[in-house]
């Protein structure tokens, strides 16, 4: 090789690289497989692709709704609306509960304590029919128009009040299958004492038992099923009062509620535009605390009402219904003893009493428990005086009964008889004394329930039509204000 030359050597293809110490051997490379085409994507089948399942209206409304909850217009929008939503409520709970104890007040002062006092009646009336019976027996054949009339305007009394029970209550209730059992029993009863009479006044002893057939008839059935329908109807009207005096605690709570819910959104305003009031919002608290304070004050004061109607007109007539009617139980029984003559004993313990006597004397016991009941619950001296009246009657006549028993046990019955139903100081004298004052108590405390009532009833008047159409002015002033902060934003 000479000095410019360059010359190039080029090994042959075919030919061993050369070996040394300075070339690297490359290492021997494994047969690779034969690699296996590549496979077409996989067709889908042939049709329509499967639908996605449809959200709900809810689902979709409640994403509508976290959608609007991150912009101040859609903040807005919902609590205008909750707070419509809260003041409607308030006003229709409002109205339904009013309207409830507003019928149920007027139940107690139109229906239900007129038909406790008709049961009552119902009762006296037989009871004292039976004592006019027993009264004319005694007098044989000159029995009295004044004793005979009294009788017939009893029997009438019970008929009509039957009648006006019957009309008042339900067809399938179980007053109304104790009035239709009195209704059975009250010819039946008349039927025995019109052949007491007939036979009585032909002078034949038969008589005496025909009489007291028939008051076996009304002390055993007639009697029992009018105390147990003036029981029932006294069980109306203290439900009629359960209805009608509790506090309207759902509407109450309501009302707080929207309130403060109100007072909330408010504040909320002030804080965000630096306007003290909203004329919106100021109208609809202004309502929602007129109907509140309605509310309150309203019911407070019927409950109040119906609750003095209750404690010095329905218990004081309760009382003095008791009494009278143990009053006339106990004349019925002294007459029955001189009808009887000793046919009828009864024994307690080892002593053997007279059956009539032994009642008369129970009857008289309980009167004079009711009496004294009675003056504790008068209020007032209009009630008060007749009820004293009544206890000095019934005092007199223990002592003349006394008188007239010992004239009886001494063998002397006429003497007996004119002790009783004479024409001197008698018994029946003074029975008519203690039931003529217990009839003027009773229309003195009618006359204070009925007002009392009636005052408390007048305080629920108007509340709940008040409470439905203040809630709407309330709602459509709550919608109103948040108007008008949305008007801000368009």
Known sequence: MTTGEVTVTHLPTSSTPPTGPGLPTLP??????????????????????????????????????????TTEPGRLRIIGALLALLVVAFGAVTAWQMTDRAAAADDVLTSSQPLSSDAADIYRSLADANTAASSGFLA???????????????????????????????PDSPSAATIAKLN?????????VERARTYNRQGFPVGGAYLRYANEKMQEQMLP??????????????????????????????????????????????????????????AATATATVVLLWLVVGHSVARAGLNDSYDHGVRSLNVLH????????????????????????????QETFDAYDYDFRTDMSALGKHLAAAEKLADDASGETPVTAAVGNMTEWKKRHTAAREQDENGNYQQALDKVIGTGKTTGE??????????????????????????GRDALTGLSAGAAVLAVLGAAGAVLGIGRRLSEYR
């Open 184 to 192: 059975r029993l009250l010819p039946e009863y008349k039927g025995l």
């Open 430 to 455: 003074c029975f008519d004394s203690v039931d003529a004052n217990l009839r003027t108590a009773l229309a003195h405390e009618e006359t204070e329930f009925k007002r009392a009532a009636d005052d």
């Open 322 to 349: 008791d009494a009278r009617i143990a009053s006339l139980k106990a004349r019925g029984n002294e007459n029955l003893t001189l009808v009887a003559r000793g046919a009828e004993t009864k024994k307690v313990g």
């Open 140 to 170: 044989g054949g000159q029995e009295s128009a004044a004793s005979r009339d009294r009788y017939e305007k009893d029997i009438r009394t019970a008929a009509e009040k039957l009648v006006n029970a019957a009309a008042n209550s339900d």
């Open 28 to 69: 021997a490379v494994p047969a690779q497989p034969a690699q296996a085409p590549p496979r077409p994507p996989a067709q889908a089948p042939h049709g329509p692709a499967e639908p996605q399942p449809r959200r709900t209206a809810f689902a979709e409304g409640l994403d509508q709704l976290r959608a609007a909850a």
């Open 225 to 282: 099923a009018a105390e147990e329908l003036y029981k029932k109807e006294n069980q109306r009207l203290r439900a009629d009062y359960a209805d009608a005096t509790p506090y309207p605690w759902a509407a109450i709570a309501l009302g707080v509620l929207a309130l403060t819910v109100l007072a909330w959104a408010q504040h909320r305003n002030y804080q965000r535009t630096n306007r003290v009031l909203n004329h919106g919002l100021v």
